[in-house]
Nanobody, 121 residues
Framework: QVQLVESGGGLVQAGGSLRLSCAASGSIFAINDMGWYRQAPGKQRELVAGISSGGITNYVASVKGRFTASRDNAKNLVYLRMNSLKPEDTAVYYC???????????????WGQGTLVTVSS
């Protein structure tokens, strides 16, 4: 089986920084796209940052210039560096993996449990 586990969330003041980490475990051969989604109470879940296996990134407009996604394919890790955090960034952040090839088969979509980021004003 494949599991994604996020870490790094917490409480931070506006203007501060956090780095989220996501570790994929299992007998993984390759992962296509990975990314970070977030969902605040009463709001729709949105894609924050996506990163391909080749390192190509895309970001939602509201975080461009502030957030940076990166990944370590050898270790099956993906990161999200968040700078200049704003109260509106407060949400549960979920790690996502698309098309995970493992010894036991291919998983089209895998989600982490989420990590809470709270930005105080």
């Amino acid at each position: 089986q494949v599991q994604l586990v996020e870490s790094g969330g917490g409480l931070v003041q506006a203007g501060g920084s956090l780095r989220l980490s996501c570790a994929a475990s299992g007998s993984i051969f390759a992962i296509n796209d990975m990314g970070w989604y977030r969902q605040a109470p009463g709001k729709q879940r949105e894609l924050v940052a996506g990163i391909s296996s080749g390192g190509i990134t895309n970001y939602v407009a509201s975080v461009k210039g502030r957030f940076t996604a990166s990944r370590d394919n050898a270790k099956n890790l993906v990161y999200l560096r968040m700078n200049s955090l704003k109260p509106e960034d407060t949400a549960v952040y979920y790690c996502y993996a698309d098309s995970v090839t493992t010894a036991g088969g291919r998983y089209l979509e895998v989600w982490g449990q989420g990590t809470l980021v709270t930005v105080s004003s």
